[in-house]
């Protein structure tokens, strides 16, 4: 069985991440997206909240599970039996970075390898980051969410905000 690994913050989830997790769910057995908790960042909504949005998101996906995560993620894959971690690439910007995190985590398990799907054009500009900022100052985040998500982002931003 060919299981791979789709890691990140999701903070919130976003239909980029979900154009990617579409396509990755076609091209794997099962694929795992592990929300990632980071001591470094002090994220919006909690493990269990982008757990939650990630689940209702995704529900359609049969072969697709959600998981959360606090150590390295290299061992999670083993600890997984994954071959595989997806990430999506936007801009150029996001190359060196992910190149360095690629190449790190095939040092810590040479069992899996890390393969990249480019964005789809209209998700170039997107980021959780930008979702945030949108929600917090009052504006629509329906363009940039899942629908069933989209109100209550705004609800808990506005109510945090
Ligand atoms: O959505 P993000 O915040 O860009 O995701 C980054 C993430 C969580 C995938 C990355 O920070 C990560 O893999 N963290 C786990 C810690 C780890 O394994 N570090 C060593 C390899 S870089």
Redesign the pocket.
Known sequence: MKIAIY????DPVTLGHLDIIERASALFDKLIVVV?H?VA?SPMFTVEERMEFLRRTTSRLSNVEIDAFG????GYAAQRGACTIVKGLRAMSDFEYEF??AL??RK?NPNVDTIFLMTSAEYMYLS?SMVKDIALHGGKVADFVPPEIEEEIFHRMRKDG
């Open positions: 890691p990140g913050s999701f990632m980071n960042k150590g390295l993620l290299a360095q995190m790190t985590n810590l959780s």
